[in-house]
């Protein structure tokens, strides 16, 4: 059973579309994030394709402010997935 796709989830989708990624990293990554399956392997594969991007006719700066907005939402992709299972450890609060 697949979950819903966050928002969090779009925002990287969004931000990948903007780079001159591979075609086929880019619908397989697309693939991995409509199945709501998108997992830390997945991101560290994003980010190590993400560094070796060289601007062909693009701008460099708009490669550059898209790269980081790209980083950005996966620290943000993180700090939701990490204060999601820590709100559902449960347990008892002490008072």
Do not use: C, Y
């Not at 990287?12 to 075609?23: D, H, Q, R, Y």
């Not at 993400?50 to 006719?57: A, E, I, T, V, Y």
């Amino acid at each position: 059973m697949t979950r819903q796709v966050t928002e969090d989830e779009i925002q990287i989708w969004n931000t990948i579309e903007k780079l001159p990624f591979a075609s086929e990293d880019k619908s397989f990554w697309k693939e991995v994030i409509n199945e709501g399956s998108l997992n830390e392997d997945v991101v560290k594969d994003i980010q190590s394709k993400l560094g070796k991007l060289q601007p062909g006719d693009e701008d460099p700066m708009e490669l550059t402010r898209n790269t980081a907005e790209l980083n950005r939402h996966i620290q943000t992709w993180r700090l939701s997935r990490n204060l999601r299972g820590f709100s559902n450890r449960g347990g008892r609060r002490r008072r």
